[in-house]
């Protein structure tokens, strides 16, 4: 379906729909980035899905605020408070179930290839 721009009532082509919708992404419950989105089951950026990802399985516990747990969390400064984020992260619905279980490694096994020696041939004078 088009539409018109208000502004010159020229038809916007799906290129320009597309530019519009991109505008208008949902925003990551953890820092406020740009998120398109739901990663471990909340809406968050790649950065805050990354940082989840390293450090859900290690647990809250490892990590300690030194302001007594009232960080603000924002895009400019999340990476300042590990502990607070990673709260923000629980807090807001991520879960370390939605994780993909890691793929099973194939087996290395070795080749046996026949080494057999290359003969140079000869010179011819």
Request: hydrophobic share 30%; proline share 4%.
């Amino acid at each position: 379906m088009l539409t018109t721009n208000t502004t010159s009532n020229l038809p916007l082509t799906i290129k320009t729909e597309l530019l519009i919708k991109k505008q208008n992404l949902s925003e990551c419950r953890i820092c406020g980035a740009p998120a398109q989105y739901v990663n471990f089951g909340a809406i968050s950026c790649s950065s805050c899905k990354m940082f989840f990802k390293r450090n859900a399985n290690i647990g809250q516990k490892a990590f300690k605020c030194n302001f007594d747990g009232n960080c603000e969390i924002k895009r400019d400064n999340h990476h300042m408070c590990t502990s607070c984020r990673l709260k923000k992260c629980f807090q807001y619905g991520m879960t370390t179930d939605k994780f993909r279980s890691p793929r099973p490694k194939k087996s290395k096994t070795k080749l046996l290839v026949k080494v057999e020696p290359r003969y140079q041939s000869e010179k011819v004078k």
